[in-house]
């Protein structure tokens, strides 16, 4: 006979909404600086509008403070992280549209979109998953 394995609880595997948070909060602002900064650049590449990506970069900003605000609290705020969970999930609703719908990006710009996207949805779900266990 064999013996079953144990199985280990997901949830215990996952890092915690202020470590969540501060990994989104430094994306953020790396995207945000890289967008703002390299629009002009990055345009011809992607496949979309240097204003589109500039506006992008500097929406990310003020978001990336709000994450780090909440990740440094002990306990974050339920409605702060409520909002930023909304905000995950709106930012990547409008970034399918962008690349679906809006604009027509180059294979890159496609593959960047799509990538982020996914990203931030990963990060909207862990947020999620880390609100009843903040620590």
């Avoid at 949830?11 to 989104?24: K, M």
């Avoid at 589109?52 to 403070?65: D, M």
């Avoid at 974050?76 to 604009?103: E, H, Q, R, T």
């Amino acid at each position: 006979m064999s013996q079953a394995l144990p199985v280990q609880r997901l949830g215990s595997r996952l890092p915690t909404l202020r470590t969540v948070l501060t990994l989104d909060a430094m994306s953020c602002l790396l995207l945000g600086l890289g967008l703002t900064v390299f629009s002009a650049s990055l345009s011809p590449l992607l496949g979309l509008p240097a204003t589109l990506l500039q506006g992008a970069g500097l929406v990310l900003l003020p978001c990336a403070a709000l994450m780090w605000i909440a990740a440094r609290q002990t306990r974050p705020s339920p409605m702060l992280v409520w909002l930023i969970v909304l905000g995950n999930l709106a930012w990547s609703a409008a970034s399918l549209w962008v690349a679906w719908i809006a604009f027509t990006p180059t294979a890159l710009g496609l593959t960047f979109v799509l990538a982020q996207a996914a990203f931030v949805l990963a990060m909207a779900g862990l947020e999620w998953r880390g609100r009843a266990r903040p620590r």
